[in-house]
């Protein structure tokens, strides 16, 4: 049913990555998928703001997002599952989007936070995933 699944995780959350990964892994046994894990580097919305940073920070930033993500999926237990590394820069739910589609993903899964009254109002990441994907999506709640 699914041949190749994308799971979005935030860094700075391990353990909703860790959990959203476990629980699109144990899919792709299922369906014999591969797994493919984004990181979406947020980019600046206005120059002003961009400016203020030195020179190579945005690079450097990228690189650091890199090497984290490598770290944790180098830790992940061995798996049967081919799991590739990706590193995005933009616009989070829009770079998940890009992501899916030019990799092919015909299923997204990814963690959602319990909503807030002001993300009824905006509109969370995996609320605009889920309104705009081609992909189906399976949302992970966050229990707390």
């Given at each position: 049913?699914?041949?190749?699944?994308l799971v979005?995780?935030?860094?700075?959350?391990?353990?909703?990555?860790?959990?959203?990964?476990?629980?699109?892994?144990?899919?792709?046994?299922?369906?014999?998928?591969?797994?493919?894990?984004l990181?979406?580097v947020?980019t600046?919305?206005?120059?002003?703001?961009g400016a203020?940073?030195?020179?190579?920070?945005?690079?450097?930033t990228l690189?650091a997002?890199?090497?984290?993500?490598?770290?944790?999926?180098?830790?992940r237990?061995?798996?049967?599952v081919?799991?590739?590394?990706h590193?995005?820069?933009?616009?989070?739910y829009?770079?998940?989007?890009?992501?899916?589609d030019a990799l092919?993903?015909?299923?997204?899964?990814m963690a959602?936070h319990?909503?807030?009254?002001?993300?009824?109002?905006l509109?969370p990441?995996?609320?605009?995933?889920?309104?705009?994907a081609?992909?189906s999506?399976f949302?992970?709640r966050?229990?707390?």
């Amino acid at each position: 049913m699914f041949e190749r699944i994308l799971v979005p995780v935030d860094l700075g959350e391990p353990e909703i990555g860790a959990r959203s990964l476990a629980v699109a892994e144990e899919l792709a046994v299922k369906h014999d998928a591969r797994l493919d894990v984004l990181t979406v580097v947020p980019t600046y919305s206005m120059s002003i703001v961009g400016a203020a940073f030195p020179k190579n920070f945005e690079e450097a930033t990228l690189e650091a997002a890199r090497s984290a993500l490598k770290t944790m999926l180098d830790a992940r237990p061995a798996s049967q599952v081919t799991i590739k590394g990706h590193v995005a820069h933009g616009t989070i739910y829009d770079e998940i989007m890009k992501a899916a589609d030019a990799l092919g993903a015909d299923l997204i899964v990814m963690a959602s936070h319990r909503p807030a009254l002001k993300d009824y109002l905006l509109g969370p990441n995996a609320a605009r995933v889920v309104r705009h994907a081609r992909q189906s999506v399976f949302v992970l709640r966050d229990a707390a």
